[in-house]
């Protein structure tokens, strides 16, 4: 890797982390609030439009989003000519959505969820007007703009999404905390930006990048759909209550593995489309970037797991325990999100968008029969455990794939991850065998959870410092070296 190429790289993996960590951090602080002041139906509205809304992000961007990012060199047109269709089509869907909203709230058997809706889905047009927006910064490596609109963005709506939730606004609040999120971000990038679509239309450019970006499209369309599957079936056949103990273990679990996904995505694919042509040069990034990866996703999302008792204690008292087991195995389960996900872009980066269809469709298979075997236990634990085996075996399937896509042995990809691996079930058995302190864990923010919590954070994280130096893993000293803004 040239030097310009890799301080490039490194600066947009820092200014990704620190995007995604600010973020996080501001996303979690008022999800605390808004988790203690809401009731769980309130959030159990919120997780069925979420079903929806997920599905029109997906039509508005089609793949073209990613399609950019993995074109070697794209043009103006292509950039404009894809914002008029993401515009065009964002139209459409809520027209569509809006004159559904009814029939969505008598599926439910909610009223209110006609007016919650018809609001709710102003987010997904008001996204849509930033993606290329953020695609031309990403393709650029320049991902400063995006963490400082993300940081607007979040610190405003979450404040308002805090008041609204104190003036007893239930459900309202988190609607309009998100309908302001995105249109606070997508107005800072248009402020901030340097860029204006042209009047044009191209359709050689969208023949151009069709054919990856319709691949994209499909791929994440099924993953869209069994993602959220889960919630549909919860809350028609269990209930509202319910679906919001799962919405809350769903979304504290993803705020790790989504992060990771989004910060590698953007760091890497823009690297490795632009050496798509020198496959040698290809396989050493792609060890690099699979090694790295196992650092950051084993460690950090095990340690997670191990401590999610303290961390919900601490930050909710007793009022959600029933999600806590299911918060610690959807962590797992997120693990093998980021490799599946990360095997996906190694073949998208080569223009394997045949493949990436495949892997999705085999993770649509095995999460069909996962839920088909535990539905009817009427269990939320048993519900999640067979998501995380219907992962792991997509996540084998994927790494086979990936490899023989990409020329690179699977024994590489196996042999890439171990140390991480073995480092992150050392720190967890030492965490779960770690004394805790006693004292009251009824109510949020007690000292007792957060002595806890301290105490398993920092032997997690002391244990796999401590093996990944015995075993001399270089990638320990290279995020030392990010991290203190020497790369």
Request: glycine letters at 8%.
């Amino acid at each position: 890797m040239n030097s310009g190429l890799k301080d490039r790289t490194a600066g947009t993996l820092k200014w990704n982390t620190i995007d995604r960590v600010a973020t996080q951090v501001l996303y979690g602080l008022s999800g605390i609030v808004l988790a203690n002041l809401l009731s769980k139906e309130d959030f159990g509205l919120v997780g069925v439009l979420g079903v929806f809304q997920a599905f029109a992000i997906l039509f508005v961007d089609s793949g073209f989003g990613a399609a950019l990012l993995q074109k070697k060199e794209p043009d103006e047109d292509d950039y404009s000519t894809v914002f008029w269709f993401n515009l065009g089509i964002s139209v459409a869907v809520y027209a569509v959505l809006y004159f559904c909203a009814p029939l969505i709230a008598r599926f439910f058997g909610a009223p209110v969820l006609t007016s919650l809706s018809r609001v709710m889905f102003l987010t997904f047009v008001l996204t849509g007007l930033g993606i290329v927006q953020t695609n031309r910064l990403m393709k650029r490596m320049d991902v400063k703009h995006i963490a400082l609109a993300d940081l607007f963005a979040l610190s405003v709506s979450a404040c308002l999404g805090i008041a609204l939730a104190i003036a007893g606004f239930g459900a309202w609040a988190i609607v309009w905390q998100s309908v302001a999120l995105a249109a606070l971000k997508s107005g800072w990038l248009w402020a901030s930006g340097d860029w204006m679509p042209k009047a044009v239309f191209s359709r050689h450019s969208l023949r151009d990048i069709r054919h990856i970006g319709l691949s994209v499209f499909i791929s994440q369309l099924f993953n869209t759909l069994f993602l959220n599957i889960y919630q549909f079936v919860i809350g028609k056949w269990y209930s509202l209550t319910q679906l919001g103990s799962y919405s809350q273990a769903d979304k504290w679990s993803k705020m790790g593995s989504a992060s990771l996904s989004q910060i590698l995505t953007s760091s890497f694919v823009p690297l490795l489309a632009k050496v798509q042509d020198d496959i040698q040069t290809f396989h050493r990034y792609m060890r690099r970037i699979d090694r790295f990866s196992a650092l950051l996703a084993f460690p950090a999302l095990t340690i997670v797991a191990a401590c999610g008792g303290s961390i919900f204690h601490f930050l909710f008292g007793t009022k959600w325990d029933v999600a806590i087991p299911l918060f610690r195995i959807l962590c797992i389960r997120g693990i093998g999100t980021v490799f599946i996900s990360l095997y996906s872009n190694f073949m998208m980066a080569l223009g394997h968008g045949r493949k990436i269809v495949t892997v999705e469709i085999l993770k649509d298979i095995t999460t069909a029969i996962a839920l088909l075997a535990t539905v009817f236990t009427m269990s939320l634990e048993a519900l999640v455990w067979g998501q995380l085996a219907a992962t792991v075996v997509t996540w084998i399937a994927a790494g086979i794939i990936a490899a023989r896509s990409t020329g690179y042995a699977v024994t590489e990809l196996i042999r890439d991850i171990i140390p991480f691996a073995f480092a992150a079930l050392i720190a967890a058995i030492a965490i779960c065998l770690m004394p805790l302190p006693a004292g009251d864990i009824s109510r949020w923010l007690n000292p007792a959870s957060l002595a806890a919590l301290a105490i398993q954070g920092i032997t997690g994280v002391g244990v796999v410092v401590l093996i990944l130096a015995l075993l001399r893993v270089p990638e320990l000293s290279e995020i030392k070296a990010i991290l203190a803004g020497k790369r």
